[in-house]
């Protein structure tokens, strides 16, 4: 604790506490897993959307 200070951990817990607070534990999910990449400029077709639907619920 002493190489990141006890100033960093106090500060993180309390966002932490915050997003828990006010998102429950779907707010403190890693984002950057679910959000990468570029997001597409043209409509998904229904098929396309099942596939990507899919795909998450296997991953999940």
Same mark, same amino acid.
């Given at each position: 604790?002493?190489?990141?200070?006890?100033?960093?951990?106090? &500060? #993180?817990?309390?966002?932490? @506490?915050?997003?828990?607070?006010?998102?429950?534990? !779907?707010?403190?999910?890693?984002?950057?897993?679910? &959000? #990468?990449?570029?997001?597409? @400029?043209?409509?998904?077709?229904?098929?396309?959307? !099942?596939?990507?639907?899919?795909?998450?619920?296997?991953?999940?």
């Amino acid at each position: 604790m002493n190489v990141i200070g006890m100033k960093r951990i106090e &500060q #993180s817990a309390y966002r932490w @506490k915050k997003t828990y607070e006010k998102n429950g534990l !779907i707010g403190l999910t890693d984002s950057c897993r679910t &959000q #990468s990449g570029r997001p597409l @400029k043209r409509k998904l077709t229904p098929f396309e959307v !099942i596939k990507r639907q899919e795909g998450k619920n296997q991953v999940t």
